[in-house]
């Protein structure tokens, strides 16, 4: 699942979207973005003191933040105000957004912390990877199953799956946090998506790590060591 594909046919309803913040800074959308991710990463951690329809607000503020994501970029480029510098923030930024909302549900209680600490690394394997193209000179890399929108899109999915799970449904006697056992283990949602984001993260790192080795010269491109000197010829007897 690749989101990026698709860009072309969303395009008029992301174009709707942008026009009314054009006048914003990029750097003040970024800024609105991570707090919102920050937001749901504290509503996933009170999920689990609190109550688990928290997660409702939870898959609101993940979309709304994945929205503000794509709106900063397309502010930028519409009005000309791309910069090294403001590249760099929004890199930044999105992986602080990574961690808020993966470390807020590993301390939730509704998923497997062991879990999501490999899920995380793999999400972070996966962007690293994604932008060492770009520093190696061979352009940003998005190949592969799980790009940053995909992941903010399952997850705010995953959320109101998990509310509509906890809800009080006639058949359901009490609130169970474990909807599914697989070869005796029982899982959540989260936990499926961690298990995804696992297996699709490091088959993403793999893809963008071969892309990027093909499209890397073989050589350095640097002249070669001079030979070493010749052996000086022997002295007459």
């Known amino acids: 699942m690749v989101l990026e594909q698709y860009r072309a046919r969303l395009a008029p309803y992301i174009d709707q979207w942008v026009r009314p913040w054009l006048s914003w800074s990029p750097a003040a959308l970024s800024a609105i973005g991570i707090a919102l991710l920050a937001a749901a990463g504290v509503f996933e951690y009170l999920s689990g003191p609190i109550s688990p329809y928290l997660f409702l607000p939870v898959a609101v503020l993940i979309f709304a933040g994945g929205a503000f994501d794509v709106l900063d970029g397309e502010v930028a480029r519409r009005t000309r105000r791309t910069s090294a ?60 199953l799980l790009s940053r929108a995909d992941r903010l899109l399952l997850l705010s999915a995953a959320a109101f799956l998990e509310f509509l799970f906890v809800l009080p449904w006639p058949w359901e006697s009490r609130l169970s946090l474990a909807h599914f056992t697989i070869v005796g283990v029982s899982l959540t949602v989260f936990d499926l998506l961690f298990v995804y984001f696992v297996v699709a993260g490091q088959w993403t790192v793999l893809s963008r790590a071969r892309q990027i080795w093909a499209a890397l010269p073989a050589a350095s491109g640097l002249p070669p060591p001079p030979p070493p000197p010749a052996a000086p010829p022997p002295s007459p007897p």
């Not at 209680?109 to 600490?117: D, K, Q, R, V, Y």
């Not at 690293?128 to 000179?137: E, K, S």
């Open 85 to 144: 510098r403001g590249d760099f923030l929004d890199h930044v930024l999105d992986r602080y957004g990574d961690v808020f909302l993966v470390l807020g549900l590993a301390v939730s209680g509704f998923s497997i912390p062991w879990l999501a600490l490999l899920a995380l690394v793999s999400l972070l394997l996966a962007s690293y990877m994604g932008t060492q193209g770009q520093a190696l000179g061979v352009g940003r890399v998005y190949r592969g």
